[in-house]
Structures are given as structure tokens and as C-alpha cells.
């Protein structure tokens, strides 16, 4: 039974992350009005600081947290379009980072992949991705290497609720089921797939009930209650480091739009609403603050507010890069017949 | 200088053996791999004569048998290499791999460039392409021009078992995903191999010396390309054969060197002529050299099955000669 020190030790953890994986993305978003041109937004006079199309996860943030805090250095992470979480929870540097979202030199992938391709391998986060459901394979194929290799490391593969309409999440469960590979699959649930509800183009009972079919272990769960997702995964991750594939199918509710300048007004407004009033960075405070807790928060928060600004402004002192660098890291063999 | 007499099929066979070996980062994976492939292309043949599939030696953990699905071949085999492995890709046939295309074209080649260079991809797609015991539509194709125009791609075609052995010695070590296309009319061929012969990437063979016109080939046409090289040579016309090895990088020295001196180029190939790699090469002579070019590819029209049919998809030698005798009029 856990103490309640414990369970407020480990929240203020949990709470850590999400206030970061918030207020990084709330910068961000910040910093790139006047960015992307669709969804019938006008264009400000301004050019926007961050240039790209930037998927927020924001009200998601308890799935990152809640995964991710059981994760080790050395475990490996494929993540989607909307990665900032996943890549801060797994431990990335927020200065590299936003400097990334900057398109600056300094940024984790040197200014050449954005919000989009965000990644840090030194902190095993092997990349968000531009393609719906791309990430599974690549988790499937770096399990079986870690298994080759006589590793006891683990993969956290995330995904959309729309990648399970995708080939790839069929064919990468059952590769994983077949092999025995430790893969975590996280359905992080947001119950839309860009503009379309998913629940009106997906047959069956989704994710989980998928994944029984084949016979790998499921939990379904609140995604946006932190401790719910901790626990959950804390019973799934014994199976996949003992070398069973399992999948965490958690159901949250993407707060913003499916891109930074796209409003979501394709939504009802009341069920926006709803959802912001059950913020899960609002359900953790409210449980810190029962714990006794309200001023430690308090303390992360201004703590991270620090941090933001700090890495907004190494961002935008930063360097580009040269521009002899688009030259780099295309490829060894031939380099230099680029025509 | 030790030369096994030995097929296309099984020198590829015995350059990947030869990496496992010494590489336990070398890893293959694919549908029925452990039967030896369906073209016997993972086997070696053993001391005692007896061809076994690579199975046997190096065990189901490094010679994968996998479900049917490409796409999954394909992105494990990036996250393979993520991870530490050098995967060889088994695609079976080129047009199944068009079932992976995100996985190579997105995911693959754009690793380490999207990701600023963190990672790398050292992975050999294995996607055999051409004609093949009239086999249609869906496994015939040629599709070498659309990796040629993907950055982050290397591209072979080898057209003999030195250079089946010798391509895929270098695509396993060069470190860069590699698309490596064997053509399936050549499985059976026979030749003298030197498994210690270097074959680098980007350095094409000059495969019949010539002075009247510059014959640029690549693959099956390749024997082609010498069959009609010799008919010419019996009307008095010397062709300069030049087998052009890998796509990408692609050896510009020698092609232009032999251009200045011939001043004629023709380009043949099996896959369909429009946008082919073809029109890639003659339009950079032509930039160059100001010299005469011509090209030779297939039609665009899917390959049908009879043999009346597929014979029109067939760039063969007496086409090869026509357009050599066309370009030396011009």
C-alpha cells in the first residue's frame, strides 16, 4: 500500500513532466502565429518564430507522463507527428528542443526536422514522424535488435487512434506477438483523427479489443487520470521486459486543435469545454493540493516558467544553420553528387 | 586470385554468408527465407558440394522468416538498424516492396537527414526487378528510377555473379540504406567469381571496349547490350559497353570520358523508357558533351503475360542494335 508521501513524491514527479510537457507546447503554439497558412486562419503580420506545422497534445500530456515514468534511459521510444510529450518525458533536453522548433543549428536535429521529426537518440527517443502509424514497424524492428543483442531494454511505441486503421498496426502486433518482442504499444486515444471522430471510421471496439485478437495482453484506461496510467502501465511493463508484447489503450481528449493555427471549430463546443474543465494538469493540482501539496506545485510551476524562458531565448539567439548543411547527413556513398 | 566458378544467385548467397560470419550485427529477414528463398538466393553451397540455406548456419534469430508483410519487413529493418543491426531486406519481388514504400522512402532514407544526423540506416533492400518466366503485370517490373530519384538512396543493379558478390560486399559495409536490385532472369547465371575482388558502389565497368558509340547498360540488358555489340561489330560498327553497376551514385567519369571519345551515346535499359534512369543520364551527357544521345527502354505498358505480349515489353538485342544504327546516322 502506498504511503501517502509516496503517492505525493510520485506525483509531483508525474505533475513535473506534464507542467513542462504544457507549458512547452503552450510557448510554442505562442511562437508560431502567423505560421502554417490553412484551416482559413489569416496569416499575421509577423513571421512566426516557429516556422511549421506544430501538433500539440496538449490535455494529452498524462499519457507521456504516466508511460514514460517508468521507462529507463537505455529504453528505446517511437513516437508520432505529436511528440513534444513523449520526447520531454523520455528526458530530452527542452533548450535543444525549442531551439529545434526554431529551426536552429542548436536544435536536437540541427534544424533540419522541426516539431514533426523531433528526436533525441541519446535519451532513446527515436523519433516523432510525419506518417500516421510509421513509428510501429520501427519499434517492432528495434526490439527485435535489443532481443538479438541480449538487451533487457524495452520499446514504448506510441500511436494515434487513427493509426489502428492502418496496415502497419496489424502487421506490427502480430510481428511483435510472433517474435515474443518487448514492445509497449500506447494507443494514446484522443478520440479524433485530424478533423474526423474516430469512432465513425473504426469498426469494432478499437485498439485493445484489436489487440486481444491476437492475443497480446490490453488495459484499457483514463488517460487523463496520471495515476491511473502510471499503474497501469506498471502492470503491463514486467510482462514486456520479460519479452511479451502488451498494449495500453488510453482514452484522453486533444484540447487544441489538430495543428497549432487550426481552431478544431469542427467540434462541438460544449464537449471542448467539458474537456478543458477536466484538464488533467487540473485533476493533478487538485489531488496535490488535497495532499497537502498546492504550494510544492506551485513551486514546479514557476520552476518550469524558468525554464521556458530560458530556452525561448537560447532559441532565438540561436544560429541557423549553414547553409552547406543541407548538405550534410544525406548520405555517405557519393557524397557530393547531389545532381 | 581464387576464382569459384558459381551462379548469380548463390555468389549473393556467399557475400552475405561471408558478412555474417564476420559481422554478428548482419541480419536477413523476409518471407521463406528459411527454405534458401524462393530463388535459392540465401543459400551457399557447402564443401561437400551440397547448397544449404543460410538458415542452417546462422539460425532463425539471424535469418528471419518472416509473416507477409512488407511493410513491417521494411520498418523493422529501420528500426533494426536504429538499434545496432545491419538487416538485409528480402523483398522477394520488386513490386511487393511497393507495399513498404513508406518505410523505405520515408522512413529509411530520411533518417539521418531529418533526424540532423543521429542515427544512421546501414540497410540492403534486396528487390529483385525484371522479367521473369512470364510472370505479367505484378512481378516483372523495373523500378530502379524511382529510388535513383530519392535522396538518401543508394542504387545497384548488378549484371553478373562477380558483381553479385562483389555490389553486395559493399552495400553491406558502405553504411547507407541500399536499394539492391538483382534481376531474376539472371539468378542462374553462371561465371567465374573472386570473392575478394573489391566492387565499389558508383564505379561502372567498361564491358567491351569500342570507339564508334558509347553503349550505357545496366542489369539483365547488359548481355543484351554485348549480344547486340556484336552483331554491330560484324557491320563494321565498334560499341564501347559500359555497364554502369549502380544508378546511384553513378559513375559520370566514365560515362563522359567514353562519350568525348565516341561522341554517340545510347543508353539501354528494361525498365520503361519515359523518366527512366536513361533520360537521367543522356540529359547530363547532353548538358555536358553536346553530343548526340539516344535511349532504349520499354514501352509504357504494363508487361503481359504471352509471350507475343511480353516480347514488346522486351529490350533485346536486335532493338538494342536498331537504335544504335539509328543514333550513328543521325
Keep these: 500500500m502506498q504511503t501517502q508521501a509516496g503517492r505525493s513524491a510520485r506525483l509531483l514527479r508525474l505533475y513535473r513532466t506534464m507542467a513542462r510537457i504544457r507549458a512547452f507546447e503552450d510557448a510554442a503554439e505562442a511562437a508560431s502565429q502567423g505560421g502554417v497558412q490553412v484551416w482559413g486562419m489569416e496569416a499575421s503580420a509577423l513571421p512566426a518564430k516557429v516556422r511549421g506545422p506544430l501538433h500539440l497534445s496538449t490535455g494529452q500530456e498524462a499519457v507521456a507522463a504516466g508511460v514514460c515514468i517508468h521507462l529507463r534511459r537505455d529504453d528505446l521510444l517511437t513516437s508520432t507527428h505529436r511528440g513534444h510529450g513523449h520526447t520531454l518525458a523520455k528526458g530530452a533536453d527542452m533548450t535543444k528542443m525549442m531551439c529545434e522548433l526554431h529551426g536552429r543549428a542548436s536544435g536536437c536535429n540541427g534544424g533540419k526536422g522541426g516539431s514533426m521529426h523531433i528526436a533525441d537518440f541519446g535519451v532513446g527517443m527515436l523519433g516523432?514522424?510525419?506518417?500516421v502509424a510509421a513509428g510501429i514497424p520501427i519499434a517492432t524492428g528495434a526490439a527485435q535488435a535489443l532481443k538479438l543483442q541480449g538487451h533487457d531494454a524495452v520499446?514504448?511505441?506510441?500511436?494515434?487512434?487513427?493509426?489502428i486503421n492502418r496496415g502497419p498496426f496489424l502487421e506490427g502486433l502480430n510481428w511483435a506477438r510472433v517474435y515474443g518482442l518487448p514492445v509497449l504499444f500506447v494507443c494514446e486515444d484522443n478520440r479524433i483523427a485530424a478533423t474526423t471522430p474516430t469512432r465513425s471510421m473504426t469498426a469494432g471496439d478499437g485498439a485493445a479489443a484489436r489487440a486481444r485478437a491476437l492475443g497480446i495482453e490490453s488495459r484499457e484506461v483514463d488517460g487523463n487520470d496520471v495515476e491511473a496510467v502510471d499503474r497501469a502501465t506498471a502492470e503491463l511493463l514486467p510482462l514486456v521486459r520479460g519479452g511479451t508484447p502488451a498494449l495500453l489503450h488510453a482514452i484522453t481528449y486533444r484540447i487544441k486543435g489538430h495543428v497549432s493555427v487550426d481552431p478544431g471549430a469542427y467540434r462541438d463546443a460544449g464537449e471542448v469545454e467539458r474537456a478543458r474543465q477536466a484538464d488533467p494538469l487540473g485533476h493533478v493540482r487538485a489531488l496535490l493540493a488535497a495532499l497537502g501539496q498546492a504550494a510544492a506545485a506551485q513551486d514546479i510551476d514557476t520552476e518550469v516558467r524558468r525554464e521556458i524562458a530560458q530556452a525561448l531565448a537560447a532559441a532565438e539567439a540561436a544560429p541557423w544553420p549553414a547553409p552547406d548543411a543541407a548538405f550534410e547527413d544525406v548520405m555517405t556513398t557519393g557524397a557530393g553528387q547531389w545532381r | 586470385m581464387a576464382l569459384t566458378r558459381t551462379t548469380y544467385a548463390l555468389a549473393a548467397g556467399e557475400a552475405l554468408a561471408a558478412a555474417m560470419r564476420v559481422d554478428a550485427r548482419v541480419v536477413a529477414l523476409g518471407?521463406?527465407?528459411?527454405?534458401?528463398?524462393v530463388f535459392g538466393q540465401y543459400r551457399t553451397r557447402g564443401a561437400d558440394g551440397a547448397l544449404r540455406p543460410l538458415q542452417q548456419e546462422f539460425g532463425a534469430a539471424r535469418v528471419i522468416d518472416t509473416p507477409i508483410s512488407e511493410a513491417n519487413i521494411m520498418g523493422a529493418a529501420v528500426g533494426m538498424a536504429l538499434a545496432g543491426l545491419k538487416p538485409v531486406v528480402e523483398m522477394r519481388v520488386i513490386d511487393f516492396a511497393l507495399c513498404g514504400m513508406d518505410e523505405l522512402v520515408n522512413q529509411a532514407a530520411k533518417n539521418r537527414y531529418m533526424f540532423g544526423g543521429q542515427g544512421r540506416v546501414p540497410l540492403v533492400a534486396r528487390m529483385p526487378i525484371g522479367l521473369w518466366a512470364a510472370s505479367a503485370a505484378q512481378h516483372?517490373?523495373?523500378?530502379?528510377?524511382?529510388?535513383?530519384?530519392?535522396?538518401?538512396l543508394v542504387v545497384a543493379c548488378p549484371a553478373t555473379p562477380q558483381d553479385n558478390h562483389g555490389l553486395l560486399t559493399a552495400a553491406l559495409a558502405c553504411g547507407d540504406p541500399v536499394v539492391y536490385l538483382e534481376h531474376k532472369e539472371l539468378w542462374g547465371l553462371e561465371g567465374d567469381v573472386d570473392?575478394?575482388?573489391?566492387?565499389?558502389?558508383?564505379?561502372?565497368?567498361?564491358a567491351r571496349a569500342g570507339g564508334d558509340l558509347t553503349l550505357v547498360t545496366w542489369s539483365r540488358t547488359l548481355h543484351e547490350s554485348l549480344a547486340a555489340a556484336a552483331t554491330l561489330a560484324g557491320e563494321g560498327i565498334d560499341a564501347e559497353v559500359i555497364d554502369l553497376r549502380t544508378l546511384w551514385p553513378w559513375d559520370r567519369d566514365a560515362v563522359f570520358a567514353s562519350c568525348a571519345k565516341t561522341k554517340r551515346l545510347l543508353v539501354a535499359h528494361e525498365a520503361v523508357q519515359a523518366a527512366g534512369f536513361g533520360a537521367e543520364i543522356a540529359a547530363s551527357v547532353a548538358e555536358a558533351l553536346g553530343i548526340a544521345v539516344g535511349r532504349l527502354g520499354a514501352p509504357r505498358i504494363p508487361v503481359g503475360y504471352a509471350p507475343t505480349l511480353e516480347a514488346e515489353a522486351r529490350v533485346d538485342a536486335p532493338k538494342i542494335a536498331a537504335a544504335a544504327r539509328t543514333l550513328l546516322r543521325r
Design chain 1, 155 to 163: 520499446v514504448a511505441c506510441f500511436f494515434g487512434d487513427g493509426a
Design chain 2, 195 to 206: 570473392a575478394a575482388l573489391p566492387v565499389p558502389l558508383g564505379k561502372a565497368r567498361i
Design chain 2, 140 to 152: 516483372s517490373q523495373s523500378l530502379e528510377a524511382w529510388f535513383a530519384h530519392i535522396p538518401g
Design chain 2, 31 to 37: 518471407e521463406d527465407l528459411g527454405c534458401g528463398g
Design chain 1, 128 to 131: 516523432a514522424n510525419g506518417v
